[in-house]
């Protein structure tokens, strides 16, 4: 058992098995340092020189690079999160010249950040911070898949030069994964082919040595799958290295085809893990153009199963319903076996896994389905009566699909368009309008203009009122009917009826028009315009059909309107009868007298009330004018 001993007033010693334990603990504390969190980060765009898989690299950031830290016995551990969720760790420890960590580009001449691999946030680059040599040793890379990824079997460390190797710099790369690659190169910012010379390529062991004292590119090497990596970077006054990890990547946008259906519609379209449906990136359109827009981009290290949606963003005025979503994807990597989909019609499409070095571009294409839309103008002049409007019609067939009653006073139009109505291709449609309130369509004259909001689908517009339209895909069409009113005018309209009143069958209960039949023949003359007409100038000559006749026993009825005509009606000299073979010219050419009740020579029946018949203010001035004849 341990005792405790005190040899002597205020001395103490530990027994000797704990001083053992307690130096374990003390050295334990001293060398387990906590991981440090860290990110990984793909450049905003390729610049000049990139290459064209530029963003299948997540750049490893050093912001939280602690110099201390990583030369002490246990170095620095790292911890970061991929896009998809896997985490990647590893040990930094470094001898030598101390490094720090600092921004893309290092400075105005480096290749990468000026020329290629644009806008990596963080601090990628591990920088000298004097001339010499520094040893930084990458080791115990571990990477754990997230909740429903595989296994990262699969993956690639990339090493680069962070800064600008010449005048005799160099940088050595060992690995105990793949032998060393040359993945790609960035040019020098004086647009010159210089570039250091490099050894080592295809071996576990690379170096990369500056050849000139001028401004020079840098190259980007990988190795596949390492758990250790070395770097020696010998620096003539300042030198950087960076690295990335490289897996998989998937870019996703949207395109547009012709024309939104409306201004206010935008896209929103995102990668999601097919399991549990986490976002993993995601993106929209913006603006009023048609794209492609920014893609939303994922680089993933594990067999992660990928779903890829579009829907509409918030503020649309449309539901994706409205639109044809078709996905499309090609591959960057030739030789891979991951399969792509063409066209197909869908908006989430369950993508599947990616294989390493896929570099993959997606895009949703939105078409519109064929949409119309009517709309009313009126000519500054306004409308001629007050409550005047207009009814706004889409017809297909015999159907309206859209309608629209317009309200407002004066010049001023409100209610004036249907609703943007989606339609089918291949169908003929008609835009048309038809009076409301007060109004007479004889009031107005009307012309139609069309506009497709899409370039470029050949859909031939109407021109005229009443005109049709055949639309296809893509066609967002909007038609405007404007009306200008007449001037001051007279304007007569004549509506021709009849109504049985015996046969002789029935008599006069329930009669029908059959031969024999004593019929109302009737004329409703109206004025639609403003102005009264001249004195005695409302004269009319009916072609009398030939299925009836008409004679002595006529009968004529004069019943006025409300509001009343202001004209008067005599019915011995304001009715006159023709026999002639063509329509009389004038009044005073019916001249002929009928000599039966039902005479089958009347060919023409003439009318000709006196005075001036007025002129309307909203409801026309009308009469009624009946006759009796017989069906023949």
């Known amino acids: 058992m341990d005792r405790w001993i005190f040899p002597g007033a205020g001395s103490w010693r530990w027994p000797a098995r704990w001083l053992t334990t307690l130096l374990a603990l003390w050295l334990g504390l001293l060398l387990a340092a906590p991981a440090q969190a860290a990110n990984c980060n793909v450049a905003t765009s390729q610049g000049t020189t990139g290459p064209a898989n530029w963003n299948t690299y997540c750049w490893i950031d050093f912001t939280s690079y602690n110099d201390t830290t990583a030369r002490s016995a246990g170095g620095q551990n790292f911890s970061l999160t991929l896009q998809d969720g896997t985490t990647v760790s590893f040990n930094l420890k470094v001898s030598g010249v101390a490094l720090t960590g600092v921004a893309s580009p290092s400075w105005s001449g480096a290749a990468v950040g000026n020329t290629a691999f644009l806008g990596i946030a963080g601090k990628p680059i591990l920088y000298s911070t004097a001339g010499g040599t520094t040893t930084a040793t990458i080791s115990s890379i571990v990477l754990t898949p997230p909740s429903g990824g595989t296994s990262a079997t699969a993956y690639m460390f990339v090493a680069a030069d962070g800064e600008s190797t010449n005048c005799g710099e160099s940088l050595g790369f060992t690995t105990n994964g793949g032998n060393w690659t040359l993945l790609d190169t960035a040019g020098a910012t004086d647009g ?179 949409h119309l839309m009517l709309q009313k103008a009126l000519a500054a002049t306004g409308r001629q009566f007050t ?112 109504s049985v009143i015996s046969d002789p069958v029935n008599g006069s209960i329930n009669p029908k028009f059959i031969p024999g039949a004593i019929i109302a023949y009737s004329f409703v003359v109206a004025n639609t315009g403003p102005t009264a007409t001249d004195n005695n100038s409302v004269w009319l000559i009916d072609t009398l059909p030939s299925q009836i006749a008409v004679g002595t026993a006529s009968s004529p009825s004069f019943v006025q309107g409300s509001p009343t005509s202001g004209l008067t009606f005599t019915a011995g000299t304001d009715i006159k009868y023709s026999n002639s073979a063509t329509a009389p010219t004038s009044f005073a050419a019916c001249t002929y007298n009928p000599v039966s009740a039902y005479d089958p020579l009347v060919k023409f029946v003439c009318l000709n009330p006196k005075g001036a018949m007025a002129g309307s203010t909203g409801t026309p001035p009308s009469f009624t004018l009946s006759i009796q004849a017989k069906v023949n």
């Open 387 to 498: 409550g005047d409007q207009f009814v706004m019609n889409i017809t297909q067939g015999g159907s309206t699909i859209a309608t629209t009653t317009t309200t407002g006073a004066g010049a001023t139009i409100s209610s004036g368009a249907t609703a943007m109505t989606q339609v089918s291709t291949g169908t003929a449609y008609a835009f048309s309008e038809a009076a409301a309130g007060t109004t007479s369509l004889t009031q107005y004259n009307a012309t139609m203009s069309c506009t497709n909001a899409a370039t470029g689908t050949g859909t031939a517009l109407p021109t005229t009122v009443g005109g049709a339209i055949t639309p296809q895909m893509g066609d967002v069409v909007t038609c405007t009917i404007t009306n200008t009113k007449r001037g001051a005018n007279a304007y007569l309209t004549i509506i021709k009826s009849s």
């Open 192 to 370: 010159s082919t210089s570039l250091p010379s490099y050894t080592g390529a295809g071996t576990n062991s690379l170096t990369e040595s500056g050849t000139t004292c001028g401004l020079t590119g840098g190259y980007i090497f990988g190795t596949t799958t390492p758990t250790s990596i070395t770097s020696t970077i010998v620096s003539g006054g300042l030198q950087g290295v960076m690295f990335a990890v490289r897996f998989a990547s998937i870019r996703l946008n949207t395109q547009i085809t012709g024309a939104r259906v409306s201004a206010a519609d935008q896209f929103a379209f995102s990668i999601n893990a097919t399991m549990g449906g986490a976002l993993l990136a995601s993106g929209a359109s913006s603006g009023t153009g048609l794209g492609p827009f920014t893609a939303a981009a994922l680089s993933t290290s594990s067999g992660l199963a990928l779903t890829l949606n579009q829907a509409m963003a918030a503020g649309s005025t449309n539901s994706i319903s409205h639109y044809a979503s078709a996905l499309s994807c090609t591959n960057g990597t030739s030789g891979s076996s991951t399969p792509l989909p063409s066209n197909v019609a869908t908006t989430s499409y369950s993508f599947g896994t990616m294989q390493f070095g896929d570099a993959i571009l997606c895009s949703f294409t939105e078409t519109p389905y064929p």
